[in-house]
């Protein structure tokens, strides 16, 4: 899976020169929670978030009035709190990478550039819509969480048993296990009551972990 099939497009903008008051409204109305700042020929020059914007205040403030402080915070724009050294990615990224970048360096989002055309943005909301899709969250089934041995077959073997009891698995996603000599997965599958599946399961594995029937949401 790559960015281009999950990033927002086309991208909400502003100009550098936009009042912070004009860029937050529009931020509300639009109910986003960043805005890539462009200049007069499209080039990307910055991004600004609601954070910076619902942080940003006039210097030595704190003797104003509220009308005089109303008044200099109508003057500060964009450009003078944005982020200038911008971390973006490609189109063709994947989306773990992105979901890496964002993790490393504690930010929500990544504008989405083609050589130098900004193309979209992929935000952490985009990247939990994924983590709903890999597990299954919105399917019903049967949610069953085991420790496996680190070696190879271990799927296998586990979705051998699924097909031999007619059933269908419709997520599953793999984790770090207790030590490296073993992995946590978990997986929903559908077509088959609790009962038998940890009957037929428990034997195969190190740990059972956890098992629960799931409706649609």
Known sequence: MFVHERMSHPVITVHPEIPIQDALALMRRESIRRLPVVDARGNLVGIVSDHDLLHASPSDATSLSIWELNYLLSKITVEQIMTKNVISVTPDTPVEEAARIMADHKIGGLPVLRGQELVGIITETDLFKIFLELLGAREGGVRLTVLVPNVPGELAKLTAIVRGL????????????????????????????????????????????????????
């Open 166 to 217: 007619n059933g269908n698995i419709v997520a599953m996603v793999q984790a770090m296990g207790e030590s490296s000599t073993n992995r946590e997965l978990t997986f929903k599958v559908a077509g088959i009551e609790k009962q038998a599946l940890a009957e037929a399961i428990e034997p195969e594995v190190i740990k059972l972990i956890d098992i629960r029937t799931t409706t649609p949401a």
